[in-house]
Structure formats: C-alpha cells, structure tokens
C-alpha cells in the first residue's frame, strides 16, 4: 500500500511541475517580459562587442528597475536599509583579477553588491553570497568589504537604474545612477 500512495504522490509532483510551463493543450508558455529587465556590463565597456578578443577586468549582472513616477530613494527604497542594488535578484560583480575598492584587496572572483543608501552618501557592501533573490536573505558575516560613497546628481533624471564604467588613471569607476541620485565607486587595478 505504501508503494502505491508514494506512486501516486510521486506521479501528481510530476504533473504538477510540468503544468508550471506547459498550458492545457500542452504547449510551452513562456515568462512575460520581465518589468525589471537584466542587463550586464563590462570593463571594458566593449568586452563583449569586439570582433577581437578582449580579456575583461570586471562585470556586473544587475536587474534594471524603472522610475514610473515614483519617489525614489527615502521612499521606494528606504535609507539605512540594504538595498539589493536594482531589482529581482541581488547584483552581481565579477572580478577576472585582484582589485582595490577603497584601498582593500579584493580578490578574483563573483560577488554581491548591495548598497545601503542615505540622502549624502551610500555604503556599498560586496558579499560572498551569491544566486539570492533581493536583499531578504543577506548575510553581514559574508561581507567581503564596504565602503561609504558619496551621492551626487545626474545630468539629467534617469528613469531606470543604470550603471557604467569610466575609465581612470587607477582603472575604472563605476558609475550608478537612478532618479535624480548618482553614485560612483572607485575601483583600481592599473599599477
């Protein structure tokens, strides 16, 4: 009897996860377009759109919420809270070689980016927990490092959260930006 129940258990579970992309007749649906698209950046910014190979020096996944006419940061997101730093799962950096961030070595390697903003600069955190959804699962204890940043004001608003890197003397900046706030944090590794 209790080989047949777990069958049967066993046969619904599968039923059940095929129903979760698959309609009535069958057919695969696919997810809608996420509202929050991800997006990738590199260092160098043309990593990826070379015809000749270029080794890149960092990169960053990260999930790019819109403004749609809503107050921002003190509101949307709230000061002195960790901020998954965009939207849907936690951002990600890779490093493809050693950095400094604020004079701190940071390995090679993948990481989370959080920040924690206020109204006159934020705290970016770089985390060894990776693959999270959103900042609900953070752990401090897996800080890498965090660094203060100060908040300065775009050209113009930016309707969805942006990031870019510069290049510097040092190596490159990466510049954040959403609303009217924007943020740059240092990163060094030309010696």
Do not use: C, H
């Not at 759109?49 to 809503?70: F, T, W």
């Not at 070595?105 to 109204?119: D, H, Q």
């Amino acid at each position: 009897m209790k080989k047949i129940y777990l069958l049967v258990l066993l046969l619904a579970s599968i039923g059940a996860v095929k129903a979760q992309n698959t309609s009535n007749d069958g057919t695969i649906v696919f997810p809608k377009v996420d509202t929050s698209p991800l997006d990738v950046i590199y260092y160098p910014l043309n990593t990826s759109k070379a015809k000749e190979a270029i080794a890149p020096v960092i990169r960053v996944l990260y999930s790019r919420p819109q403004k749609k006419g809503r107050e921002i940061f003190g509101v949307l997101e709230q000061f002195d809270k960790v901020w998954r730093l965009g939207a849907n799962e936690n951002t990600e950096i890779e490093f493809y070689k050693t950095v400094s961030v604020d004079g701190k070595k940071v390995k090679a390697g993948r990481y989370s980016m959080f920040a924690i903003p206020n109204k006159d600069k934020w705290t970016i955190i770089i985390n060894k927990q990776t693959d999270k959804w959103g900042a609900f699962t953070y752990d401090e204890k897996k800080d890498v490092l965090r660094v203060d940043i100060p908040v300065g004001k775009p050209e113009k608003t930016v309707d969805a959260f942006s990031m870019t890197f510069v290049e510097t003397a040092e190596g490159a900046n990466l510049v954040m930006a959403w609303d009217n706030t924007q943020t740059i944090l240092p990163i060094q590794f030309k010696k």
